[in-house]
């Protein structure tokens, strides 16, 4: 994926964001999103210890003492806290996670995420990823719409590991967004210029249509 479609979806979930949210930003795509918050006042935290993450630095003021959980260089907003990871997963535990942004492997029709382990791979990702699907409060993921072999992430049925039972709320990829609930996916929005027939033949769960897009 091109780096400016990796930011179009950063930009897009950088909306569904509210002044006041503590949001927990994954691996991946959701790194870039602290760059196109403008104005917004959020709290941005880190599960290696910190609330308050600011935009990326320049490259001249990288300080590799100051990296996120993603390991990248990051800056620190006015008022913000360093605190030991053991305090951040007690946020997370806790329920004080507004939102979480996370990556994905695959997504069920339903909003059952898998993004910790691919079957056959020595090598598991596991992190934060299970804390955050069941203690953040609301789950957007941010997506390629397929993998590099191909293969749609959004699929009827997860063949990849769960990474717990609470649900998505929302999906961004390059293409479009997706809304789930207990009837199944929606399409709400298209961000490029696929067609609803090209679209359904990567994708790999059949998907309604929401009423303000049919409209427009």
């Known amino acids: 994926m091109s780096q400016s479609a990796r930011i179009k979806i950063a930009k897009r979930i950088a909306q569904e964001l ?10 991946g795509i959701p790194t870039l999103i602290p760059d196109y918050l403008g104005d917004k006042k959020v709290y ?10 600011g935009p990326t630095p320049e490259p001249q003021q ?13 800056t620190m907003e006015i008022g913000a806290s360093l605190f030991d990871s053991s305090d951040s997963f007690v946020m997370i535990r806790g ?12 997504v069920d029709e339903f909003g059952e995420i898998a993004n910790w382990s691919v079957p056959g791979k020595d090598v598991l990702g ?6 955050l699907v069941a203690g953040a409060k609301k789950i957007i993921l941010a997506s390629t719409h397929q993998a590099k ?7 009827k049925k997860l063949t990849y590991p769960t990474s717990g039972g609470k649900k998505a709320n929302m999906l961004v990829t390059e293409h ?26 990567i994708t790999g769960a059949n998907f309604t249509i929401s009423q303000e897009l049919i409209r427009n």
Do not use: C, R, W, Y
């Not at 941005?44 to 993450?53: A, K, V, Y």
């Not at 072999?149 to 699929?155: E, I, N």
């Not at 997706?178 to 679209?199: A, C």
């Open 18 to 27: 509210s002044d006041g949210e503590i949001v927990n930003l994954g691996v």
């Open 44 to 53: 941005l935290q880190s599960e290696n210890g910190l609330l308050g993450m």
């Open 62 to 74: 990288v300080n590799m003492d100051l990296i996120s959980a993603s390991k990248k260089p990051i």
């Open 95 to 106: 329920g004080h996670i507004d939102v979480a942004v996370l990556g994905i492997l695959q």
């Open 126 to 131: 596991v992190g934060g990823a299970m804390d």
């Open 149 to 155: 072999d191909g293969s749609p992430k959004l699929v």
């Open 176 to 201: 479009a967004v997706f809304t789930f609930s207990n009837k199944g996916v929606e399409l709400v929005e298209i961000l490029s210029d696929i067609s609803l027939e090209e679209l359904q033949k």
